[in-house]
């Protein structure tokens, strides 16, 4: 595994080694003594082609991220909300798919969000705490100050999704 810096402080992209024989393909996701993060629980999510998810956060017990796309290829967005941070309000893009053999690690503090760009994905979340309902919220993806060029033409938004916050109105809180 290769750990590959990006110009966000903690944020960084993870490359892995596949290693094929006749019977398929195996791959190491995460390593303890590479990234040095606790994760507390796993999720996985399919999406269709098309599909919007984010931009997702939780303003108490924030949580960091390791992405992985266990099939499909995504176009993955990550949103500096540190508000401390000379990359606050910048946003990371980067492609994660199962051929690229990436997976990409998301410190706390950001918001995080991707676009489907296959007919079938599935994406693997490691997460550093557990979900509250109580603290979740979302920046709109497509709030015109964060200029996030997505590739999907006609893009696939849940209701809640549509209603998250203005990153005008996060700044004020």
């Not at 040095?36 to 960091?64: E, P």
Request: contains cysteine; aromatic residues 14%.
């Amino acid at each position: 595994m290769k750990i590959i810096k990006t110009k966000f402080k903690g944020l960084f992209i993870i490359r892995a080694k596949e290693h094929h024989d006749k019977r398929g393909f195996f791959r190491e996701i995460y390593r303890q003594n590479m990234l040095k993060q606790k994760f507390v629980f796993d999720c996985m999510s399919y999406s269709k082609k098309g599909v919007i998810r984010g931009l997702h956060y939780q303003y108490k017990n924030t949580q960091a991220h390791l992405v992985t796309v266990v099939a499909g290829k995504i176009f993955d967005v990550a949103l500096d909300l540190r508000k401390n941070s000379r990359t606050f309000g910048k946003v990371f893009t980067t492609i994660l798919s199962k051929t690229k053999n990436t997976s990409l690690f998301i410190p706390k503090g950001f918001a995080h969000g991707f676009c489907a760009l296959e007919k079938f994905n599935i994406v693997h979340y490691k997460i550093s705490h557990f979900t509250n309902k109580k603290y979740e919220c979302g920046i709109l993806w497509n709030d015109k100050n964060i200029k996030i060029n997505w590739p999907a033409k006609r893009p696939i938004v849940s209701k809640k999704d549509k209603k998250n916050i203005s990153f005008e109105k996060f700044i004020k809180k």
